[in-house]
Structure formats: structure tokens, C-alpha cells
């Protein structure tokens, strides 16, 4: 069965600096498509950015960008210029192919300071 | 065109109760998935539908759990003689083919607190 680990159940960031969230998985499939999304407080759950496994450039949303590592099996989460919006819970999430369900990490609390 | 519609927003039931959320998936779309989140932890799945079918329903307990997504109107999870344990935040997320590739658009979740 597909894993997914975020090592750091808690991140804090000074505004205007960047962050990077750690997410690694576990697969032994070859085509699959990895996920971040953001969790306010208003609990509505939010895209951030998506990934294709078999595109080896990394992918880029304004200010968030990901470091993906196909051989290591990890999916790191970069937000530069660090905003007090982005503040919230941060599920990284992995999904293969079929109609296979998204399988998601526990979440990393980001924090904010002012 | 609405997101996806999930009621209610919070729903308070006694032990032994019955629970039902419901959920509307946005227009077009005719695959919805159900996921549980506990408290600090991320969204476990529980069930995928496509219209009058299920799935896929290898996250459901075997017990006072269902879901069903008729053919016209919302897809319900119904959770019967509810416990303390089951109190946690149900999300609903629909995808117009329910191919892989595709982004999932999650509802709001229904807050399920049992007393």
C-alpha cells in the first residue's frame, strides 16, 4: 500500500522568508501524481500545486514551487516570500493510477511570524 | 458554478443516533469521494462513488457505515448508532472522470461531533 510521511508536524517561517515542507512517499508504482494542498482554519481544502511523476521538471505556482526527487521518493514544498495567509495546515498527497483513491500525509502546521 | 456543497457544516448527535452528510458534488462532475479527518491528523478515505455505484469502499468500516450517490441528488454517508469515536470532519470531493491525473475540488467538510 502507498504511504505518504511528512516528517514535521509543526514549521514556522518569519514573513517574507521562505520555507520548505518535507514530504516523502512510498511506491512501487512508476506513473502516479503527487499533491500539496493547504488547510486553513476555515478547513476547506485547497490545491497548491500538482506534480506528474514522469515530468522531470519541477513544478511552479507564483510563490510555491516543489523539489521532487523520483529516485529518493520525495516531494518537498518550497513557499518563498512567506505571507501571514499562508498560514494553515499543509497535506501532501499521492495518487496512482486506476481508480486508486488520493492518499495523503498527516500535515505539517505552518506558521506565520509577524 | 458552485464548489462542491456539503450540509450540514456542523452536525451535533447523541450516542445511538443516526448521522447523515450530504454532499453535492460541483456540475458536470459524477464521481465523489468521502474522507475522514480526526483531530491534527490528515484525511483518511473512506469510500468512492460514481453515480448509483460504489467503487471503491475499502476505507469504510464494515459496520453503521454506508454511502450512496443516487442517480439524481446528493451522495450521503450515513452513519448509524453513532459513538463518541466517530466524531471527527467529513470532507466530500467530486472529479469529472475520476481518472488520476485529475484535482480533486474537497467541500467544506461537515464538523460530526458526538456527544
Known amino acids: 500500500a502507498q504511504t505518504v510521511t511528512q516528517s514535521q508536524p509543526e514549521m514556522s517561517v518569519q514573513e517574507a522568508e521562505t520555507v520548505t515542507l518535507s514530504c516523502t512517499y512510498d511506491?512501487?508504482?512508476?506513473?502516479?501524481?503527487l499533491f500539496w494542498y493547504k488547510q486553513p482554519p476555515s478547513r476547506q481544502m485547497i490545491l497548491v500545486i500538482r506534480?506528474?511523476?514522469?515530468?522531470?521538471q519541477n513544478a511552479t505556482e507564483n510563490r510555491f514551487s516543489v523539489n521532487f526527487q523520483k529516485a529518493a521518493k520525495s516531494f518537498s514544498l518550497k513557499i518563498s516570500d512567506s505571507q501571514l495567509g499562508d498560514a494553515a495546515m499543509y497535506f501532501c498527497?499521492?495518487?496512482?493510477?486506476?481508480?486508486?483513491?488520493?492518499?495523503f500525509g498527516k500535515g505539517t502546521r505552518l506558521s506565520v511570524i509577524a | 458554478n458552485a464548489g462542491v456543497m456539503q450540509n450540514p457544516r456542523h452536525l451535533v448527535r447523541r450516542r445511538g443516533q443516526e448521522a447523515r452528510l450530504r454532499c453535492s458534488p460541483m456540475?458536470?462532475?459524477?464521481?465523489v469521494y468521502w474522507y475522514r479527518q480526526l483531530p491534527e491528523e490528515g484525511l483518511k478515505f473512506m469510500v468512492y462513488?460514481?453515480?448509483?455505484?460504489?467503487?471503491?469502499e475499502s476505507g469504510m468500516p464494515k459496520e453503521r457505515f454506508s454511502a450512496e450517490f443516487p442517480k439524481e441528488g446528493p451522495s450521503i454517508l450515513r452513519i448509524q448508532q453513532v459513538v463518541r469515536g466517530d466524531s471527527a470532519a467529513y470532507f466530500c470531493?467530486?472529479?469529472?472522470?475520476?481518472?488520476?491525473?485529475?484535482?480533486?475540488?474537497f467541500g467544506s467538510g461537515t464538523q460530526l461531533s458526538v456527544l
Open positions: 470531493a467530486s472529479s469529472p472522470r475520476g481518472i488520476y491525473e485529475e484535482k480533486l475540488f
Open positions: 511506491t512501487s508504482e512508476s506513473d502516479y501524481y
Open positions: 506534480q506528474e511523476a514522469y515530468k522531470q
Open positions: 498527497a499521492y495518487r496512482s493510477g486506476g481508480n486508486t483513491p488520493l492518499v
Open positions: 456540475k458536470g462532475h459524477s464521481h
Open positions: 462513488l460514481q453515480k448509483e455505484n460504489i467503487i471503491d
